[in-house]
Structures are given as C-alpha cells and as structure tokens.
C-alpha cells in the first residue's frame, strides 16, 4: 500500500478534527489530509477514492478550498457502482454548481445513468440533475426526463418530476413538452406524485401562459375532487400530521387552484364550495392547520370576488389576531395589510386588536401593526386612533419612536379636521419626540399656524407653556420661539382668547426670558440660535420698553464665532440702534403664507401662478383635510419638469424663517449678481426711491414664485454696506421678502436673468432651429434652452425626432418635445426644451452636435449639423 | 421556492448547508455567518420569521440547532415551519434519536435527505 494514502477512515478524520484545540491545529490537519488526498488521486487509487471523496467533502463543509476533487467526483460518477456512485453524485451536488463548466463533462454520464437497468441509479441521476442542471443540461436531457414522468415506480416518477421543475425554470420554452404528462400526473394516487405534479404544474402555469389556460379547462374539477377527497378523507397514519392528513398536499392545492383561479370567473366559481369548507372546517389549534388556513385565506384574497368567502377570510385573520402565538400574528398582520386594498370596511373591525399589536414587545409585529394602522386612517377614526398613538409614544422605544412620529405626523397633516386640532395634537407630538420630527414637518405647522390668524393667541399661548414644562426638544423650541416673536404681543395681551383656555398672564419680560433661554441654552443648535436672535429683533420691535435688554443679549453675540450668529447679532444690533423708524415696518407680521401654494408645491402637482402682488390669494381653509398633498414630501425637491418659476414653499418659507443656511443647491430665483442686489439694498433704504429697474431683483413679494434662494441672512445692515458679501448681498434679495409691506418696489414679472441673444442654430433647406435661452442665475453653469423648429419647406414632416451630442464637459438633458410632426412653410412649429449644464463655465463654451430625423411623404430625411455660435458666456 | 437550508449550531458551525441557488464560496460564508448572527440574537419570543435581504428567513431552533430555510417573500411561512419539523421528524427516525454528532460523523446520508 502507498505509504502517502491515508489510511484513516471518514469517521476517525472527522474524530481528528473535532479534537483540535486551535484553529491552527485544525489547519493542519486538514493540509495533511488534504495532501494525501492529492496523492491518492494522481495515483488513480481505486479503493479508497469514495472515502477520499467523503473527506473531500466534509472539508468542504469547514469552509477549506477543494477545488482539486472536483475530476475525482467525475471519475466516481462514471465508475460502475451504485456507492461510488452515489459519493460522486453527491460531491457533484456539494462541490459543484450550474455556473461551473465541468459540469458540461458529467452531461453524458448522467444520461447513462438515466437510461440505466437500475432504478436506484436512475433516481441518483435524477437528483443530481434537479439540483444542479444547467441550461444545457436541461436541454439535452429533457426528453429522458420526459419519458421517466411515465416510469412505473412512482418514486422515479416524483423525482422526475422534481428534476422538470428546475428544468422548466431554467429553459422556460421547453414547457409545452411537459404540459400533457402532467396533465395525468395529477390524477395520481400516490400523495409523493401528486405533491410534485401539483407543483410542476404551478410552475408551468407561471412560466407559460398556454399551460394556464389548458389547466384551467382541464384540470380544476379534477383538482376541486381531489381538494375534497384529501378533506373528507379519513385518518390516514401514513401521511398524518397533527390529526390532518397531509397538509402539505392540502397547502399545495390550495396554491395552484389560486394560480388557476386568479383572473378567471369560472374556476373561481368552481372552487368557493371547497374554500368555504376547509376554511371552516380546519382546525386551529395547531400549527398545521394555522397553515392551511393561511394558505385558504390568501386564495380566497387572490381569486375572483366573492363577498360572504372574503368575510369568512378576515374573521378567520381576526381570530388569528388573537392568538398568542406571535407568528400567526404577524402572518395575520401581513394578510390584512394585503387584505385592506380589497374590503377595508371589515378591517376596521378589527382596529382595537391592531392597536394593541402597536405595542407588542416584537419589533416586527409593532411594525407591521403600525403600518397597518396608517392604512386604516380615515376621516371618522383620525381622532382617538391619534391618541392612541400619541400616547403610546410616550412610552415606546428610542428606535421605534422615528418611525412612530414620522407616521403620526403624516396621519395628522392628511387627516385633520380643523386647525386648532392640528396644531394640538402636533404640539403634543413635538413636546414628546420634537427631535425626531423631520424638518418639513414643522415647516408645514408653521404654515398652517400663520393661517390660522383667530389661532394664533392660542397657539402663541400654548407653546409658551410648553416650552415652561420641556424645553429640550429642538424643533419646540423653534417653533415656539418664532410664534413669540410674531405674535408676541398677542401672547402678552391675551387677546384672542378662546372659551377653552385658562387665562395666563405673561409680561413682556417673561417672554423674552424664554427666548434668551433659547438662545443661551447649551443644546441649542444653530437654526434656533439664529431663528432666537430674528425673534428678538421683532421682541424689541412689539415690545418697546424691553428693547434695552434685548439689545444687550443680541449684541452678546457680537463675538461669536459663527459668522451666521455674529452677522445677525451685528446687523440687528445696528437697526435696533440706529434705525428705529424703520424697525417697526420691517418686522411687521408676516402675511399669511399661502397654503394653498404650498400644498401645491409639496404635491408637485402644478407649477403655481406667479402671484405678484402682494398678501394675495390667501385662502383659509379651515378645516382642510388635504388628501391630495403628499405628505412629508420634501419641500426642497423642485421637480425636474418645472424649469419655469414656480412657486417653491419649502425654500421661501425657510427665507422668512431665516433659517436657510445651506448655500442653495438650487435656485430657482430670478435674482441676479450679487452687485445688483447690494445696488437695490442701498437704494431701498434711502427710503421712498424704487430699487434699481434693471432686472435685478426679485419680486419682494413671499408669495411671489420667482424667489431666490441664496443663503437667507437677512441683512439690514446697510452701514456696512459697501464691503457686504456675496452671502450677505444675496440676502438683501432675501431681505426684500421681509419687507414686504414696506418696500415700493413694484413686483417684477418673473425674469430670467441677464437676456442672452437667441440663435439660429441650424438652417437648411426646409428646415430652421432657434434656440432660446434662459439661465437661473444662482446656478450659472445650467442653461436651459428652449428649441423651435421651423418647416421651411412645402411638405409636411411627420415622425420627427431630435437628437443632440455634446461633449464630455457637458451635461445635457433633453424633454420630450411638443410633438412629432411639423406641419409646411411654417405653419406651425416643435417646440423642444433642453437643459445644458457646463462644468467647465467661463472657459469653454457650448458646442453641440445635432441630428434630425423625419419622414417626408413616407421617404427617410436625415439632417446632421454642428452649432458653434453658442453665446460665448453660456 | 427555498433558496437554502442550514443547520448551525449556537456557536455558528455549519453542520449541514444545502443550496438550490447558486452561489460563489465567498458568498456562502458570508451568508452563513449573517444568517447565525440573525437567529442567535432573536428572543424566543419573537415570531420564527426574519426578513433578510430581499428575502425571508424561517428559522426553528431544536436544542442546540437552528434550522435556517430561506424562501422568498411571498411563500406561505407556516407551512415551511411544518417542513422543518418533518425533517427533524425524518432525521430522528432515520438515526433513531438523532443528535447532533450523528449529524456530523453521518453528514454525507443527511446530504441526500432534503
């Protein structure tokens, strides 16, 4: 015997191995293993080869390379006996899958084997086929597999049909070959064949769609009878489980008549009988019959309707519910929620038991619950559902508490009846978890707290004493600290009280300690210092006697180090020195923000009218239950098919906050370079004249869609004028928002920035192009040039299509156009619009390639073109 | 359709890994290790099922072993709990009170079962 072999059996290599102590003992062992099994194979040692495969594999198993067995496994397969045999097949399965190309070599020997005396082999060969065939092998071996569907043992039968099922998957359009063979499988007696008929059958309805329909005539009766059989069938020892004779004949039946009946009004027809007996007539008190119930509920779900079959499906989901096990409930909630598209109504029944899932200890059944909740939410329920909710927030975990905010602020922003609920139950939200209130949210309060004018001494009142009682959650302060500001006179005066409120007395000083404390806080961050320091100014603006004190807290921040706060503190420091005349007019109540526009904004729906005077189109609506905005949209999305102004909530709204400090990413404003802006900034405060005509300031007006968006400091400072910053210049535009009343500046149509001179870019025989252009001003480097093509010829032009390239340092994004056909001699023409975005703005211009396409009288006209008389500065 | 079934032990060992979906070396370690840390961490409270990747896992622990299937989303999860148990089942009669040395020292017969 070779010294190298291994003499060891399976059993006392895996002994070894389990007796190591470290990993790199293990290690070891393995290698020498691994060595001697290396010599054995180069010596073609006959003997031992299916141990040696063995070892192979279970070193496989351990995660070790074994790359190197892979011919052996070949070799064993081809050798003639049925144990090395079966060790190849299985190192074939384990160490092999489809992707590898020496599967191509086992081809021939499995169908050897497939053809082979021995029924056993047959059924190895079958195996390894259904669990690793590839495209190929699926093809080349279809026909064997075909004909073993009909072989007498009903084991090699149930494997063959195995085998079918991955060949299907993998060669879908062999389908039809096996479509008749199963058609007899399926009236098999034996539960081995009929479970993998069943299954081949339902894989073949997926795959192919004829295979649908024959079943569908063909089969469903056959199928309902033996559906009725296996029910009424009496206890069976050999295929029982839990007291139920085969549930898993029972699940796969229930499976394919939902294939067959999806769609189809008669085999629906024919199937209610027996749905509505097994579903009645299961039991539940184990597992397996909770499975066949499942399997029931969701054919009843899938199939044509059938209202008195649906019924019985949720209260059989609602007797799930109840249960204590926690996977039915979670398989009970996963149901309903696919349950409600269909018949909402009888969920709601079950709306207590939900909520209590909401507070289950598993986190997958609180998430569940929950989303199910926020489906359920309608109009009549929104109020204690709320509270239910909202009081379970203060309970609830850290991680579950974001998603339970973000679920409740959208269910109050959709849902709420009238304002004054809004704006409690929102108040009581952010006392709880404010931290985890997203931005727009609160944007979105503060919008409909402006709105509501007869609200805004409750709401100013209410925060006030909010803030009293929990002052840590950021986004309560900032929202309180911006009502006090607006509306602090009414907080101190009491006016506006309702029937609902106790009488607080609150002294202007009172006020301001608690926007000093916001400001002196610790944990404040940038937005509320900054949004505190804003509030202050127009403290001391309502509140003249305080107006010495706050003046020592803002000039405190004289200092900082921030430019933001240092910048406010100066600037408001000065006005509220030098400049009290104007102060009053400058911090004026805001005007009410349009609501309307802003829904519109967050739903994206429309680009709104370009509203340009001033305090316009203010609806109120009370009461608004705005189903159609999306909520929680982000505002600051501006959608890519708006490249006109339009009106954009979210951005202005955190002008007025002042609490934009991002340097926009996008403007959609009209205003201009920075200069002009300072120009109209020194201007408008030598008061009376009018800001500088020359296109470049945007429309002071809020509500105004033009509006730029740079980063919104609100500068007054004119002292320091002519130094003033880009940032700072930008913000006198900004400013201009907040001057609304004040400034004479007639509004200005929306402008689109300096004019560049339009260009004939291509012109032929019959046909003329002509771009028009337009910038954004904060976004130089993006032009968006609107195309006309002109048909210069006498013949129409239909199928017309626009192409362009451009160069690798240009981005460029074509709409669709206004049409495709263009009718003779200019009658009409095609409009196109493009967006081009330069990176390499102020040093290479834009360049273009064209190529137009069109049919004239049916005959292909193509046109190609360069342009190369860009505007220099696009 | 199940993607895969494993049995691992508390400490993370693959006692048995069968794959109907094909998948690199690399690959299949790493989803051995996520899909023990998954089920190791889970209260016994908690529901038998876990959503991994985009798919689900169902997982049964029987003494020291967990029994992973992993199926797709919209599979019908009691019943593969029903399948587990019928291995277990099979596996016990096969080895007559089977435990999980036999698992190991048999693990080429147990290969050929699922």
């Known amino acids: 015997m070779n010294p190298f072999s291994s003499g060891t059996r399976l059993r006392d290599m895996i002994r070894a191995i389990r007796a190591c102590k470290t990993a790199a003992e293990e290690r070891a062992v393995v290698r020498k293993e691994c060595a001697a099994i290396r010599a054995a194979i180069n010596e073609n040692d006959q003997d031992y080869r299916h141990r040696n495969l063995a070892k192979l594999m279970f070193i496989h198993m351990l995660g070790y390379p074994t790359h190197f067995g892979q011919m052996e496994c070949l070799k064993l397969i081809a050798s003639p006996g049925f144990p090395e045999k079966r060790i190849g097949y299985l190192g074939l399965m384990l160490l092999l899958d489809e992707r590898q190309e020496v599967l191509m070599l086992v081809t021939n020997s499995v169908k050897q084997d497939l053809n082979h005396t021995n029924q056993y082999i047959v059924g190895l060969a079958l195996c390894a086929l259904g669990n690793i065939c590839s495209a190929e092998m699926a093809r080349d071996l279809a026909p064997e597999v075909e004909r073993l569907l009909q072989f007498r043992d009903p084991n090699i039968r149930k494997k063959a049909a195995l085998c079918s099922i991955r060949i299907i998957k993998k060669v879908p359009d062999l389908a039809e070959n096996f479509i008749n063979p199963v058609a007899a499988l399926l009236k098999e007696k034996h539960h081995g064949v009929l479970i993998t008929g069943i299954q081949l059958c339902t894989d073949l309805c997926k795959v192919s769609p004829e295979a649908l329909e024959y079943f569908r005539k063909k089969c469903t009766d056959g199928l309902v009878r033996t559906l009725r059989d296996l029910v009424n069938s009496p206890y069976a020892p050999e295929y029982d489980i839990a007291g139920i004779t085969d549930p898993f004949l029972h699940i796969r039946l229930l499976k394919l008549l939902r294939v067959l009946g999806q769609g189809d009004a008669d085999a629906s027809d024919a199937m209610n009988d027996i749905l509505a007996q097994v579903a009645t007539k299961t039991e539940s008190n184990k597992n397996a019959g909770n499975a066949i119930l499942y399997e029931c509920v969701e054919t009843i779900m899938s199939i044509e309707d059938n209202g008195g079959l649906r019924v019985l499906a949720i209260n059989i989901l609602g007797r799930f519910l109840s249960n204590r096990d926690n996977n039915i409930r979670y398989v009970a909630l996963n149901m309903l929620m696919r349950a409600i598209t269909v018949d909402a109504q009888a969920v709601q029944r079950h709306r207590a038991t939900i909520l209590e899932c909401v507070k289950d200890s598993d986190a997958s059944i609180r998430k569940r619950a929950l989303e199910l909740v926020y489906l359920l939410v309608n109009e009549s329920n929104v109020k204690p559902l709320t509270k239910e909710l909202v009081d379970y927030l203060e309970v609830s975990d850290q991680d579950f508490k974001g998603d339970l905010t973000a679920k409740i602020c959208s269910i109050i922003e959709k849902f709420s009846p009238e304002k004054i609920w809004y704006i409690d139950q929102m108040l009581k939200v952010l006392t709880e978890a404010g931290n985890f209130v997203k931005d727009e949210v609160w944007h979105a309060l503060v919008v409909v707290i402006s709105n509501a004018s007869d609200l805004h001494g409750y709401t100013v009142r209410a925060l006030f004493r909010a803030l009293q009682t929990t002052a840590e959650q950021e986004s309560l302060v900032r929202v309180a600290v911006w009502c006090i500001g607006e509306y602090g006179d009414l907080l101190v005066n009491n006016a506006g009280m309702l029937n609902v409120e106790d009488p607080i007395t609150v002294t202007e000083s009172d006020a301001v300690d608690v926007v000093e404390s916001a400001i002196k806080r610790h944990a404040s961050d940038l937005t509320t210092k900054s949004m505190a320091l804003i509030a202050l100014l127009k403290l001391s603006s309502r509140f003249p006697s305080c107006s010495g004190r706050i003046k020592d807290i803002v000039v405190q921040h004289k200092g900082s180090l921030v430019l933001e706060l240092q910048q406010r503190s100066l600037e408001f420091n000065s006005i509220i020195e030098k400049h009290q005349n104007i102060r009053s007019a400058l911090v004026e109540r805001m005007p009410v923000l349009d609501e309307a526009s802003f829904g519109g904004r967050r739903a994206s729906s429309l680009p709104n009218t370009v509203s340009t005077s001033n305090g316009t189109a203010v609806k109120l609506p009370n009461g608004v239950a705005k189903s159609s905005a999306a909520p929680l949209v982000d505002l600051l999305d501006l959608s890519d098919d708006v490249p006109a102004p339009s009106s954009s909530g979210g951005d202005f709204l955190q002008d007025l906050l002042g609490v934009d400090l991002a340097p926009a990413t996008q403007s959609e404003g009209t205003s201009q370079a920075p200069k002009a802006g300072t120009d109209v900034l020194l201007d408008l405060l030598s008061i009376g004249s009018n800001p500088a005509q020359d296109n470049s300031v945007s429309t002071p007006d809020i509500l105004s869609s033009a509006q730029d968006h740079k980063p919104a400091i609100a500068s007054l400072d004119v002292l320091a004028a002519p130094s003033l910053t880009q940032a700072s210049s930008s913000t006198a535009s900004n400013m201009m928002d907040l001057l609304d009343g004040f400034a004479p500046a007639p509004p200005k149509p929306a402008n689109n920035g300096p004019a560049y001179p339009s260009i004939v870019a291509f012109e032929s025989s019959s046909l003329r192009l002509t771009f028009n252009f337009s910038k954004q001003p904060g976004n130089p480097q993006t032009t968006t040039i609107s195309g006309t093509f002109t048909n210069l010829s006498s013949n129409v032009f239909t199928d017309f299509v626009f192409q362009a390239a451009v160069p690798k340092f240009l981005q460029l994004h074509l709409d669709p156009a206004s049409g495709n056909s263009l009718p003779a001699s200019g009658n009409g023409t095609i409009t196109q619009s493009l967006k081009v975005t330069n990176s390499q703005h102020g040093k290479k211009p834009l360049v273009m390639r064209l190529r137009i396409a069109y049919k004239v009288d049916g005959k292909d006209v193509l046109e190609e073109g360069q342009i190369n008389n860009f505007p220099r500065d696009l | ?114």
Do not use: W
């Open chain 2, 1 to 114: 359709m199940i993607r895969f079934i494993l049995l691992q032990n508390r400490q993370g060992k693959t006692r048995l890994a069968k794959y109907y979906v094909p998948l690199e070396d690399s690959e299949k370690h790493k989803v051995e290790y996520e899909v023990h840390r998954l089920v190791v961490n889970r209260d016994p409270k908690f529901t038998n099922f876990v959503e991994f990747r985009t798919h689900k896992v169902i997982y049964r622990r029987y003494a020291g072993l967990f029994f992973s299937l992993c199926v797709d989303i919209t599979d019908n999860e009691l019943a593969y709990l029903e399948c587990i148990h019928l291995f277990v089942e099979i596996l016990d009669h096969f080895f007559s009170n089977v435990c999980e040395l036999d698992l190991v020292f048999n693990f080429h017969k147990v290969l050929v079962l699922p």
